[in-house]
């Protein structure tokens, strides 16, 4: 089992920024990489950001690209999503999740355990 902790969700104005934290506990030596994604009211989860822990290769959506940015700390299990220039559009709850497989990191499918959610709200 995987715990996944996220953290630094709220509310901010459009054009501000937030951090989203998410500390993995557990047996975490079966996570290849960690990804968030959103979930929007009425939506489906959708894809945010994705990287390796070993490589730190990233993986990004295309609504995000060049405002966002994912980044990971190996000592402390924890991966950061720094995100800038928020719109009314990025307001979701954002899920961290971890997974066990080299391909396909976009996929919901391919990630093996879920945080609980942080809630981001962005004002216009």
């Known amino acids: 089992q995987v715990q996944l902790v996220e953290s630094g969700g709220g509310l901010v104005q459009a054009g501000g920024s937030l951090r989203l934290s998410c500390a993995a506990s557990?047996?975490?030596?079966?996570?290849?990489?960690m990804g968030w994604f959103r979930q929007a009211p009425g939506k489906e989860r959708e894809f945010v950001a994705a990287i390796r822990w070993s490589t730190g290769t990233t993986y990004y959506a295309d609504s995000v690209k060049g405002r966002f940015t994912i980044s990971r700390e190996n000592a402390k299990m924890t991966v950061y999503l720094q995100m800038n220039s928020l719109k009314p559009e990025d307001t979701a709850d954002y899920y961290c999740a971890t997974s066990s497989s080299w391909n396909g990191l976009s996929s919901t499918r391919q990630y093996d355990y879920w945080g609980q959610g942080t809630q981001v709200t962005v004002s216009s």
């Open positions: 557990g047996r975490t030596f079966s996570s290849y990489a």
